[in-house]
T-cell receptor, first 117, second 110 residues
Framework: GAGVSQSPSNKVTEKGKDVELRCDPI?????LYWYRQSLGQGLEFLIY????????KSGLPSDRFSAERTGGSVSTLTIQRTQQEDSAVYLC???????????????FGPGTRLTVT | SQQGEEDPQALSIQEGENATMNCSYK?????LQWYRQNSGRGLVHLIL?????REKHSGRLRVTLDTSKKSSSLLITASRAADTASYFC??????????FGTGTSLTVIP
């Protein structure tokens, strides 16, 4: 597709259940990012991938959060044993490259709105 | 927190006026970017300024960067009602992490 896509667009889950969020970046973009945005707040950086590797996972809020990227393309963000404070919009973005002199323009997906009841 | 901060948090102006938003950050950066978010179009990249640049223009947008003060400003000239949105600055740290500010909510009154 022409842009970054995310699925599902909305997810309602019960506390304690696991959820998996998917991101399809723009074809050819080597860098992929996950963010979380709570209601009325700014974006909280979670993790980025350069290719399939995530050099720094320190932004993930807890060990219940994990992310992977396969084939240099699709990425999944998994939240285990969800808590109510995990409720937020999870945004994915991709950029053509990531480098010391770059960082590039990020193209954002529409987000997944997660509600934990 | 290494997250940047924008000010003001909210700004309301008349159509045709200029809007200025400021961003302060804490880490050493490679570049700084401004994004716009509204309910209709999600998050959209506006402009990127590199750490060795001081000013950049794109259409009605003008961005300045002062790395000695760790601050940036976004000026929107001749504002339009369609400019109503939240504006965020984002910094790419030398550790290759992105930090978004808390945003300025701009309302342009027709």
């Amino acid at each position: 597709g022409a842009g970054v896509s995310q699925s599902p667009s909305n997810k309602v889950t019960e506390k304690g259940k696991d959820v998996e969020l998917r991101c399809d970046p723009i074809s050819g973009h080597t860098a992929l990012y996950w963010y979380r945005q709570s209601l009325g707040q700014g974006l909280e950086f979670l993790i980025y991938f350069q290719g399939n590797s995530a050099p720094d996972k320190s932004g993930l809020p807890s060990d219940r959060f994990s992310a992977e990227r396969t084939g240099g393309s699709v990425s999944t963000l998994t939240i285990q044993r969800t808590q109510q404070e995990d409720s937020a919009v999870y945004l994915c973005a991709s950029s053509r490259y990531l480098g010391l002199a770059g960082g590039g323009e990020q193209y954002f997906g529409p987000g997944t709105r997660l509600t934990v009841t | 927190s290494q997250q940047g901060e924008e000010d003001p948090q909210a700004l309301s102006i008349q159509e045709g006026e200029n809007a200025t938003m400021n961003c302060s950050y804490k880490t050493s950066i490679n570049n700084l970017q401004w994004y716009r978010q509204n309910s209709g179009r999600g998050l959209v990249h506006l402009i990127l300024i590199r750490s060795n640049e001081r000013e950049k223009h794109s259409g009605r947008l003008r961005v300045t960067l002062d790395t000695s003060k760790k601050s940036s400003s976004l000026l929107i000239t001749a504002s339009r009602a369609a400019d109503t949105a939240s504006y965020f600055c984002a910094t790419l740290s030398t550790g290759n992490q992105f930090y978004f500010g808390t945003g300025t909510s701009l309302t342009v009154i027709p």
